[in-house]
């Protein structure tokens, strides 16, 4: 039995489905999209719109945004939440947003659907410890450098506090190459797929940080066994007030998501 006790799939064999309004995260291919912030109402209202028109199943969007340099745009906070909830009720798409502080725990399950951990905060036990004592489903994303193992115990952390509802996201690791953002690491899908029985969304916005590999590498990793993608979108990237330079334009998602039919045909439709 390996460490990562109640995530391995030696203690538990089927599959785990979260089920989420009419989508289910684990059965089937589930597409999230959005804009990596919410910039104001007006685009996030309108990117809900055409989104779920394309046949998303869930809305992304970052209210509080970890940025590297402290002078960049960092979210809009609670303003940017009451944005997402209304976007919700304007389009019927659940919403998914990041988790920076601990202490925002409550305001955010007061607000979002899916509590995102990001990179940065995979091994921020104290907050995983907290995560794991909400009933709420969390989507925890693989750190920059994290090992495979490191991963599933940080899952760990969350479920052994007695949350189940654990979503992996696989958005690349660290590397020496300078081309891509990150280099996304498509050995770990089928990987972590016959380790855990949890579910597994790729993330290609953040595992290339090019907008023209999004495509490629969301079809790469359908293939491979993830379970859905996570995919950024703005309606104009070169005006994005964050990850402009690896978001889909609406023209650019729509193409995307009738190639992903070759290798999830059950988004045909």
Request: with cysteine.
């Amino acid at each position: 039995m390996p460490s990562y006790k109640l995530v391995s799939r030696d203690n538990h064999p089927q599959n785990t489905v979260i089920k989420l309004g009419t989508a289910q995260i684990g059965k089937g291919t589930t597409i999230i999209a959005g804009p990596c912030a919410v910039e104001n109402r007006e685009t996030m209202h309108r990117l809900a719109s055409s989104l779920s028109s394309l046949g998303v199943h869930i809305l992304r969007g970052g209210a509080y945004k970890p940025r590297t340099s402290p002078y960049s745009f960092d979210g809009l906070g609670k303003e940017g939440l009451k944005i997402l909830a209304e976007a919700r009720k304007y389009s019927g798409l659940p919403i998914i947003t990041e988790l920076t502080d601990v202490r925002h725990i409550d305001l955010l399950c007061a607000y979002a659907d899916i509590i995102q951990v990001g990179s940065r905060n995979m091994q921020n036990f104290s907050l995983l410890k907290e995560l794991g004592r909400v009933n709420h489903p969390v989507m925890l994303k693989r750190g920059l450098s994290a090992t495979l193992e490191e991963w599933l115990l940080a899952a760990e952390y969350i479920m052994a506090e007695g949350n189940h509802n654990i979503i992996l996201c696989e958005r690349g690791i660290r590397s020496f190459d300078s081309y891509t953002r990150n280099t996304f690491d498509i050995n770990a899908v089928p990987a972590i797929k016959n380790l855990s029985h949890l579910p597994l969304i790729a993330d290609p916005s953040h595992g290339t940080g090019r907008r023209e590999l999004v495509a490629p590498v969301a079809k790469a990793a359908l293939a491979a066994g993830a379970d859905g993608i996570m995919v950024e979108v703005h309606p104009q990237p070169a005006q994005a007030l964050s990850d402009g330079q690896q978001s889909l334009t609406l023209d650019e998602m729509a193409q995307m998501m009738a190639q992903l039919k070759s290798v999830a045909p059950q988004l045909a439709g």
